[in-house]
């Protein structure tokens, strides 16, 4: 089936770094999503994207969070500056009606 | 808000026996909500098991099944015989569907292990 990749699969950085986590999502979605799992929690949404915009959020999505697919390449989360509470395995997910696909997820170790 | 509550793992059943995974939600913010059961199979990425967005229908792939029931607001995942190859995390998800995509809310997930 579709298939969504995520580079890099692990990223470990220090605090106060900046980080990008990429996204290739399936070609011909139309709506792309991050999702976050702190370890033995369930997946939380943090954002959706469309047409270039962010569309809804939630409360996880903290200012220091941003997204964006710049000329249909990939879809992007980066986080400036990190902090320790970053530290998660993120979810990117695309659909083009309802049905979301995702990606292996990144997992991000802020030390 | 938005939630998902499901029986949690892990969860143990000999090969060729019966399976459900329990799962109810709460939806605040639609009064009927996409329902969906996602899985993850060990060194794999989630993918879709079945889904079901009207209410009253049933949903099936791969021998699973669920119904989608409105009264009770449950979307119980079962299979009449399991099989090795079934041991994955499996998740039930709730999913809005808006004119600005749509946000899905999950459980926590069953780990289910299927013994020979």
């Known amino acids: 089936g579709p298939k969504v990749l995520q580079i890099p699969s692990h990223q470990i950085i220090d605090m106060g770094q900046m980080v990008t986590l990429n996204c290739d999502p399936v070609?011909?979605?139309?709506?792309f999503y991050w999702y976050k799992q702190i370890l033995g929690q369930q997946m939380e949404f943090l954002v959706n994207f469309y047409n270039g915009k962010v569309m809804e959020k939630s409360k996880l999505f903290k200012d220091q969070f941003s997204v964006e697919r710049p000329d249909g390449s990939y879809f992007t989360l980066k986080i400036q500056p990190t902090a320790l509470e970053d530290s998660a395995v993120y979810f990117c997910?695309?659909?083009?009606?309802?049905?979301?696909?995702f990606g292996p997820g990144t997992r991000l170790t802020v030390l | 808000g938005d939630s998902v509550t499901q029986t949690e793992g892990p969860v143990t059943v000999s090969e060729s026996e019966s399976l459900i995974i329990n799962c109810t939600y709460s939806?605040?913010?639609?009064?009927?909500?996409?329902l969906f059961w996602y899985v993850r199979y060990p060194g794999e990425g989630l993918q879709l098991l079945l889904k079901v967005i009207t209410a009253g229908q049933k949903g099936s792939s791969r021998g699973f099944e669920a119904t989608y029931n409105k009264e009770t607001t449950s979307f119980h995942l079962q299979k009449a015989s399991v099989q090795e190859s079934d041991s994955a995390v499996y998740y039930c998800?709730?999913?809005?569907?808006?004119?600005?995509?749509?946000?899905?809310?999950f459980g926590k997930g069953a780990k289910l292990t299927v013994s020979p």
């Open positions: 070609s011909n979605h139309l709506y």
């Open positions: 997910a695309s659909s083009f009606h309802y049905e979301q696909y």
């Open positions: 998800a709730l999913g809005v569907q808006q004119g600005t995509g749509s946000k899905l809310s």
């Open positions: 939806a605040t913010s639609i009064a009927y909500p996409n």
